[in-house]
């Protein structure tokens, strides 16, 4: 494959364009990939379809390698098999809907779920027919609150997604580790570096599910990692329960004077000037902290909601997202305060909330819904809001003056404090650390979810009906892309992996002088005639300094410099990367160009790949 | 490559979809290559996708060969371009529109004029940058009103679509040629017959068209030749008109009671039993037939509409749309005619039509809007309605009792009436014969429209501001697949050309000798070893007569049958068409089985492709 830029379909561009907050935004925009049609929505130019492509060729690749069977989904599709599994309403905004000339509800899909149940449901119908996993590398569609980062959060993007169809229990767990080790597979091809991490399911239900995680400091997902070999994405966290402790010897509650502590700051200092305790100073882990919230269902209905939680730990919303799915998290307005003047703002105590209030007839609580941090247990410690403004009250243990977290079997917990580092691994294997990460795969131990509401169930060995348990597999195809883009570059440009770079080799041809084009124009037809795909700067009248710094932008792995060197029979053969591919530049005799540039390009695409993180 | 049956997602229906009217739909659905989701959207199953993504391979290779860059447009796109040129509105409810979760008007493209301009116009600026032809292979969406037929007429669609970008008129005749021959080269290599006729450009625009139909009875398209080489869309023919008649002579008009004659043959009847003529029997050729209908504008306003034409022709609505687009027709409505008390069913003469009844103040038609077929020159002599239920009027003259077509330039005329074979060519190349075809491409000299309306402009040769044209030039690649298998089929199912096929071979084991699948299995594997495409029927408990009706239903071009044979060390290899790779059914001794499959490949695969037909 010969490209030349005398015709390449491409412009680079020198400066930044406005809204692009990171590197392979910027840089893909910049050096010609890929062009922003609408917020979220992206057109591929030439050379950055080239990379897609070779993304999901390894995908492709390692998918079937796996046994899994491609077909293709319409992204138009019906509402009905969504309105079955609740998720037409459930996507809530996040779901792009039109309807068409005769009025029928339609979509565009976010992922295939239901379509994947329906269509083996249509074909298949005995055990035999399964283990069966299918996928696809399509187009979907979600229409996000804040499209952004270019690739990373797009509206229309490219997934890969497969499903696994088995009869049992023991089936799905094959069939899911087997895609796990395809997902390490194709991370390990790409070069791209990647921790898997137990992570919720959200809007997709089931069982159980992992991420694939790119870390990076620009990444949107948070996750943690113990010594010990715990990862999970931030959502996922649970927090270690404290035990609960005796409170026989604990003072009674009393309110107290504290005036102008509208914040745990101000409540603390105060405390400690006015109260204090003879052990220790106060800290804001003493508080018990109560944040209002609103929470947005699907359909748009609004709940307030407090969270009461450790004084020295924030709402994490994302956490709380997770917890509440499919509701969305806002914060509260006046006009939620204003409906309910029992919560006195900065001064709110649990007296006035949920089933501390007392419950109804019907044991429905009176207080606006309240949930606790885990940490909350019954014997617990606080000083909190008393209700009035200028006033806290100290001593009030949980379990005795209100309903501890969790107790007597109460589902009043949220886990919805952050995480900080530091923090114990649920699982007892140490501290836990925090990192960054791009989601570029996420798999899901579905279960029955979809197989039940849709109605797919096969005859099994005994000729009794069976439901199908089902695995769901997704790789952001567009999405690595990016990753592949920020784990590959440096303040000039991209600098890509030769497994997916647009091109193996970038001749450049510099001067003026007819020989030196003659020689670069026989070194790139004799490599692409050897099945190299070369990049061949052939511009007549562009001067060296733009076309190596075009060069660097596009970043194709190895250059090839045809210039001076000439005169003495050589040519400059260099990796975009000081240190890959031998040393650096090199010098070689103008006939020995081909063969030379032919190794390295074999010892770049034999080069090490990604690798998981322990 | 080689596929199990055994594990094949598949599943061949003995039964015929009950939506299905023509073979490929038929076809395709019992051998399982598609599957409906919503009327008119399809899924791509396993076969179904290779087969897809062969044809797409034939296209894309032939694009690269003329030259032409690949990008990727989104499909889900703003709608302010589809404003500026108009198209927002035109497509009317063909149009796939939706809101996004902010209130912005979004389209599902149809096709992709407007964003390739705004594109090459962000990029390029000088006339040293064209020409340049780009395309995409994409997934296209059109709300149809009658979606059928499977993939021939369906609302999500895969299209090739190219454009070109030239800064003159010259560059465009070239860049148009060029990708003529393309389209010619893509046809010839899938080995499918077409035809190339001259076409109307709708929607689209643009100076001049050709399209290239596929011959077969079941095409949506009727099209026109002469022995003298004259080829056209039937939309496109245009009336041979004839010479004006002098009336001098011609009788007044005179009404008569022609009672219980709505239509043109109780009329001819009644005519020649009350008022015949010496020379001799009248015949509808002799009626002057108006015909009510209403146009509704893409953005649903309705306008009556009455064409005039000889009573021995039909209205045909398709050419009637063509002339009118975008608007699109319809029957008229009894509350049509409620408003219009002056047209008399069965009885409407053209003084109550348009300027024959009068004109307002501003020279505006007082009747509904009328229109005559070119036929109606000065001169010619009619029988036709006289308003007046029972009655006729017979020897109206038109240019002397009404305004006739096309008089002192008034712009009354329409090409509305049916093209009937024997017609003269235009180019008086001989009389016409009519066909049928499907549409698999369309080839549009845009010229300056788009480029206009976006601001597409470079600097020309003399630093002076030039607006680019353009060319466009779609080929429906699904229906492409659509149009082989009707072409490529018998009563057993499906027989693709070996260019396109999913597999090259299909390999059947019958019986259950395990030496059988033992022979069978090393011949699949070793051809499947050597690059050929193999389908292997490896199911144990499946009868020779499934295998054998599964396999001539999928169409695989060569079977391999091992089976009793091979006790005598034979196996049986024949092409599913007969006549195709040799003379049939050989019997071929197990050991070169392999080698021979390999030459009777090569064979169909050289063999011969499509071609024009004159």
Redo the contacts between chains.
Sequence with gaps: MLLRMS?????TLREDPADAEVASHRLLVRA?YI?R??PG??????LG?RV?RKVEAVVREEMEAA?A??????????KEPYEATGRWTEYG??L???R??KG?D?L?APTHEE?FTL?VK???SSYKDLP?T?FQIQ?K?R?E?RPRAGLIRG??FVMKDAYSFDVDDEGLDASYANQRAAYQRVFQRLGLEYVVVAATSGAMGGSRSEEFLNPTQIGEDTFVRSAGGYAANVEAVTTVVPPAVPWDDAPAAHVEDTPDTPTIDSLVAVANARFARPDREWTAADTLKNVVLALVSPTGERELLVVGLPGDREVDLKRLEAAVAPAEVETATEADFARHPELVRGYIGPGVLGANRGVDADGAPLGVRYLLDPRVVPGTRWITGADVPGRHVFDLVAGRDFIAAGQDGAENTVEAAEVRAGDPAPDGSGPLELARGIEIGHIFALGRKYADALGLTVLDRNGKSVVVTMGSYGIGVSRVMAALAEANHDDAGLAWPAQVAPAHVHVVATGKDPAVFAAAESIATTLAGRGTAVLYDDRPKVSPGVKFADAELLGVPLLVVVGRGLADGVVEVRPRRAGQAGTGAEQVPVERAADRVGELVDALLAGSGGSEQA
Aim: hydrophobic letters at 50%.
């Design positions: 015709s390449l379909f491409v412009r010609g062009r049609a609408a929505i992206y057109t591929w130019l030439p379809l897609l046994g069977q491609e077909v293709h989904f319409p992204a138009l599709l019906p905004p996040n792009f809907r039109l068409d000339r029928a339609l565009l379509l269509l249509d074909l298949y069966l299918l187009t569609y229409d609150a509206r229309e």
